[in-house]
């Protein structure tokens, strides 16, 4: 098989690039109808949408509100005025029709693939930073597989038409930048994150720990607000977005979870890791490859919380820099029995959304189908087999963490 | 450009995806039929206060409806019962239940063998209650539809039909000239991208 200068068989990039532009296409979630319904607002002058919601609420076809940090409203909106010029005013039309018929258009196809298009580049960016990451030859080959063909960043990027991946790809140039001592571009990249999702937030003392001196400390510091502010400083005056962020899904998952000790107290097991990983970073802290802590932060979350989908695109990129390294020969079942937890975990949701619904713009009767969880209630209590399967997935996700700390904290 | 195993991957996951949406039809036990969705108020069924409403099915085999009831806080346990019957009044279909079978607001699903000759036929329910009024079952209505709250389904009967409505969906939207345009100019250009990035 011939090889390209990435050292990647001819193919395997563009093979995956079709594949992403067809599942771009063929794929809907209402998560993506309802972003692009307030990114709209950009274009129309509107900076801060939290205000902008509140005060308009009863006038809006659409009435959930804005649960993002303004980042997100500044880059969609970005896209959603490039992507009004390529689509014409029936993407406008229909991002405001909420009728009975709001989920279907004749031209669905052409609204996803265009409103996809930023994560299939940044999906593809991030497949590169982590090649040029891992910088082994011999795995690259793996590592690329992994990368652009494993289902579940399909099914979190493509089918559920999440904007996480562009945190992702924020987190691992993070990565990136903190292995070549370049911390003051890995903390900025962290604040531009945070300011998407709140969890990149977490991310930001182990890059602190990898200071020499106070220099760089105070340096690195400074990226961070700075990327932490920037996009703050339109709303920063909001009580709207201090409202809406004080009521963080992720910080209301992540501590659900715990260990009852009496006394009405409770020690939220992410917690416990998230100190664990802080003092085991801390003890390595002349090391720069922060896989291992990235790693734990990110997989933790699905690990020990009732996450949504879409997070597993934080831990990805990291979990496929283990895959390639760890003899999947040897390993691919552990790998194989995460995926099928984590697939059946979120499938069994009483969500239409979570898997048949996915395939309404292929078959628009996938919607007359009840939820799964109501469909398999007959053989099996759907809530006893979604936590085997989360089991499955955090036993997994646990051999993984265990192997990165093994493996290769101490290179 | 040589066929190698990551094209095979590609068109494995793509083909998949139109297999199994194809394959969805073969597992349709219903599909949607005529419905009055809106909701404004409830009308209220009791002991000697039945409510009907006349519904003309566009398909043959009609065998399900789900009409939005409401038990206010779950207090009416008394029989309650859906009866079908056709123009001249003869009853169809008849379901008993009690109010347990009622929560307090939401549709609930009436199923019954199919009608197979059902299409343009005037077909009309009627909800009834052995409770007093206090204890009425509310029904979901809209008086600017004039009609109860409804969504009913027929059984396909001819499973081919509805294959052939989804393949049709297919070359509908999937040979639109823009789309398949837009499609083109994105795998050219990330074709050359790639190329460059690649060199």
């Known amino acids: 098989?011939?090889?390209?200068?990435?050292?990647?068989?001819?193919?395997?990039?563009?093979?995956?690039?079709?594949?992403?532009?067809?599942?771009?296409?063929?794929?809907?979630?209402?998560?993506?109808?309802?972003?692009?319904?307030?990114?709209?607002?950009?274009?129309?002058?509107?900076?801060?949408?939290?205000?902008?919601?509140?005060?308009?609420?009863?006038?809006?076809?659409?009435?959930?509100?804005?649960?993002?940090?303004?980042?997100?409203?500044?880059?969609?909106?970005?896209?959603?005025?490039?992507?009004?010029?390529?689509?014409?005013?029936?993407?406008?039309?229909?991002?405001?029709?909420?009728?009975?018929?709001?989920?279907?258009?004749?031209?669905?196809?052409?609204?996803?693939?265009?409103?996809?298009?930023?994560?299939?580049?940044?999906?593809?960016?991030?497949?590169?930073?982590?090649?040029?990451?891992?910088?082994?030859?011999?795995?690259?080959?793996?590592?690329?597989?992994?990368?652009?063909?494993?289902?579940?960043?399909?099914?979190?990027?493509?089918?559920?038409?999440?904007?996480?991946?562009?945190?992702?790809?924020?987190?691992?140039?993070?990565?990136?930048?903190?292995?070549?001592?370049?911390?003051?571009?890995?903390?900025?990249?962290?604040?531009?994150?945070?300011?998407?999702?709140?969890?990149?937030?977490?991310?930001?003392?182990?890059?602190?720990?990898?200071?020499?001196?106070?220099?760089?400390?105070?340096?690195?510091?400074?990226?961070?607000?700075?990327?932490?502010?920037?996009?703050?400083?339109?709303?920063?005056?909001?009580?709207?977005?201090?409202?809406?962020?004080?009521?963080?899904?992720?910080?209301?998952?992540?501590?659900?979870?715990?260990?009852?000790?009496?006394?009405?107290?409770?020690?939220?097991?992410?917690?416990?890791?998230?100190?664990?990983?802080?003092?085991?970073?801390?003890?390595?802290?002349?090391?720069?490859?922060l896989l291992p802590e990235f790693l734990t932060v990110t997989l933790s979350v699905l690990l020990v919380a009732h996450f949504h989908a879409q997070w597993a695109i934080w831990s990805l990129p990291f979990v496929a820099v283990v895959f390639a390294r760890c003899s999947p020969a040897r390993t691919w079942p552990v790998f194989v029995a995460a995926a099928a937890g984590f697939f059946l975990t979120n499938i069994l949701l009483y969500d239409q959304y979570a898997f048949l619904g996915l395939f309404s713009p292929l078959n628009p009767l996938a919607m007359v189908f009840p939820p799964l969880p109501e469909m398999v209630s007959g053989f099996i209590d759907p809530v006893l087999l979604q936590s085997l399967a989360h089991t499955l997935l955090t036993g997994s996700g646990l051999w993984l963490l265990y192997f990165a700390w093994k493996n290769y904290a101490v290179e | 450009m040589r066929l190698n195993k990551y094209w095979l991957i590609a068109g494995g996951y793509i083909l998949a995806a139109f297999v199994f949406a194809l394959g969805l039809c073969f597992g349709i036990r219903r599909l949607p039929d005529v419905s009055q969705p809106r909701l404004e108020k409830e009308v209220w069924v009791y002991s000697g206060h039945s409510v009907s409403q006349t519904i003309v099915p566009g398909h043959d085999g009609f065998n399900v409806i789900d009409i939005y009831l409401r038990n206010v806080a779950l207090r009416n346990q008394s029989p309650f019962t859906f009866v079908l019957s056709d123009a001249s009044g003869q009853p169809l279909r008849t379901i008993r239940l009690t109010g347990y079978n009622v929560v307090d607001g939401q549709n609930i699903r009436f199923q019954f063998d199919p009608i197979p000759d059902s299409r343009s036929r005037q077909l009309t329910f009627t909800l009834s209650s052995d409770s007093p009024e206090n204890l009425a079952i509310g029904a979901g209505y809209s008086s600017a539809d004039k009609s109860l709250t409804f969504r009913s389904y027929y059984y396909p009967s001819r499973r081919w039909e509805v294959i052939s409505s989804v393949l049709s969906g297919w070359t509908e939207t999937l040979f639109r000239l823009r789309f398949i345009a837009i499609l083109l100019f994105l795998a050219v250009s990330g074709y050359v991208c790639l190329k460059r990035i690649e060199k």
């Open chain 1, 1 to 289: 098989m011939r090889q390209t200068k990435l050292n990647l068989p001819k193919g395997l990039l563009f093979s995956a690039l079709i594949l992403r532009l067809f599942f771009s296409a063929f794929f809907f979630h209402p998560d993506i109808k309802s972003h692009h319904f307030h990114a709209q607002f950009l274009t129309r002058g509107v900076v801060d949408i939290y205000a902008y919601i509140s005060a308009n609420l009863t006038r809006l076809p659409y009435r959930d509100t804005f649960n993002y940090p303004p980042l997100t409203y500044y880059l969609l909106g970005s896209w959603n005025a490039v992507s009004r010029v390529v689509l014409g005013p029936d993407l406008i039309s229909w991002l405001n029709d909420w009728g009975p018929a709001g989920y279907s258009h004749p031209r669905m196809f052409e609204f996803m693939l265009v409103l996809k298009l930023p994560y299939l580049i940044l999906d593809f960016l991030i497949g590169f930073m982590l090649l040029r990451f891992n910088r082994r030859s011999d795995t690259n080959l793996l590592l690329a597989g992994f990368w652009f063909f494993n289902p579940v960043s399909l099914y979190a990027i493509y089918m559920l038409s999440q904007f996480d991946v562009i945190c992702a790809a924020l987190t691992v140039f993070a990565l990136l930048q903190t292995k070549d001592r370049r911390l003051f571009p890995a903390a900025l990249a962290l604040g531009l994150g945070t300011m998407l999702k709140s969890y990149p937030l977490l991310l930001l003392p182990f890059v602190l720990f990898r200071s020499v001196n106070l220099r760089q400390l105070s340096t690195a510091l400074i990226g961070f607000f700075l990327g932490l502010l920037l996009p703050l400083l339109p709303v920063i005056a909001s009580p709207e977005f201090y409202y809406t962020m004080s009521h963080s899904n992720l910080m209301q998952r992540v501590f659900a979870a715990g260990i009852e000790i009496g006394g009405a107290q409770k020690l939220p097991i992410f917690v416990i890791i998230y100190a664990l990983t802080l003092w085991l970073s801390w003890g390595r802290k002349k090391l720069t490859d």
